[in-house]
């Protein structure tokens, strides 16, 4: 198989087959992600893509699902993806499902026929990176799209019936915007409609201008606590019906179904981590993380 490091797989979505239909990031250049940074972006060669494609044929015959790689393969063109898509079909037929991480802006250049098309070949659910629905925030870690822009490419994706995910990345704002960027976000979110809402809590990661930023005093990071605290205002104020999960680095698990049925009990268990807690542990979990 021809992939590219790094190798990042939804861990929701079954983590096998995958392929890999673009290297490395569009974008490159959120404040708090090296995941790319010393991979350029090109697409992958036909000739590659229909190896992999003859030896997953050999293994996995009957796969039901596939992840498309990689950081946001939809960033291609309609007319560049389609064939790459029904390549896919043409060595796995059976396949029901073809996952992919995107992001917002990747929706742009596409409409909702052409939407309606990816869905129908198979990419009926996807991922999008949102992090933040405020535009302070969004400006400040460089994400490259507005809170219009999620609004709009959102409701492309409700009309082309294709499902997705948006992510709330937990500290990203620092300690003054941290307020406006969780009632913000879940104001954004609310009026989406996403089939899962997950967060994560920010790390800094060495080698990121956020990071860099910190060391020079032009970053406040939030402690563990106001992590939660900020995390239990986003809760607050998101009205989804959807599923939630969280890889926040607290241990008690609140990811599940049925958000607005499980919202009370969420937002009791986060204020008894907050009153409670130890924070300490929680902070050596977070220095101990790799990756984001
Ligand atoms: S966070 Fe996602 S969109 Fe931003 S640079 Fe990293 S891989 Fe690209």
């Not at 629905?133 to 019936?161: P, V």
């Not at 997705?164 to 941290?178: K, Q």
């Not at 406006?180 to 979110?189: C, K, M, Q, R, T």
Request: aromatic residues 8%; negative net charge.
């Amino acid at each position: 198989m021809h992939l590219t490091e790094p190798v990042y797989r939804n861990p929701y979505w079954p983590t096998w087959p995958l392929v890999q239909i673009t290297q490395s990031c569009t974008h490159n250049s959120c404040k708090f992600c090296t995941m790319y940074r010393d991979v350029p972006f090109r697409m992958q060669p036909m000739e590659w893509l229909e190896e992999d494609l003859r030896e997953l044929q050999a293994i996995a015959p009957d796969a039901k699902t596939i992840q498309l790689l990689s950081a946001n393969p939809l960033a291609l063109s309609f007319d560049r993806l389609m064939p790459r898509l029904q390549l896919i079909r043409k060595y796995l037929p059976g396949l029901q499902h073809m996952y992919a991480a995107t992001r917002v802006d990747d929706i742009k250049n596409k409409t909702v026929e052409q939407l309606r098309a990816l869905r129908d070949i198979g990419v009926d659910e996807i991922s999008l990176g949102v992090e933040s629905g405020d535009d302070w925030t969004l400006k400040r870690i460089n994400k490259g799209y507005t809170s219009q822009d999620i609004l709009e490419q959102c409701h492309k994706l409700d009309e082309a019936g294709i499902r997705y995910w948006m992510t709330f990345l937990n500290g990203v704002a620092g300690r003054e915007h941290s307020h406006d960027h969780a009632v913000h976000s879940a104001e954004v979110f609310n009026q989406c409609h996403p089939m899962l809402v997950g967060t994560g809590g920010l790390t800094l990661f060495p080698g990121t201008p956020l990071l860099e930023e910190a060391e020079r005093g032009e970053f406040t990071p939030l402690t563990e606590k106001e992590m939660l605290e900020e995390l239990r205002t986003f809760v607050e104020h998101l009205a989804c019906d959807c599923k939630f999960i969280t890889h926040h680095t607290i241990a008690a698990n609140l990811s599940g179904p049925d958000f607005l049925k499980r919202k009370p009990y969420i937002l009791s268990t986060l204020d008894d981590i907050i009153q409670h807690g130890d924070m300490d542990a929680l902070e050596t979990i977070r220095t101990n993380k790799r990756t984001l």
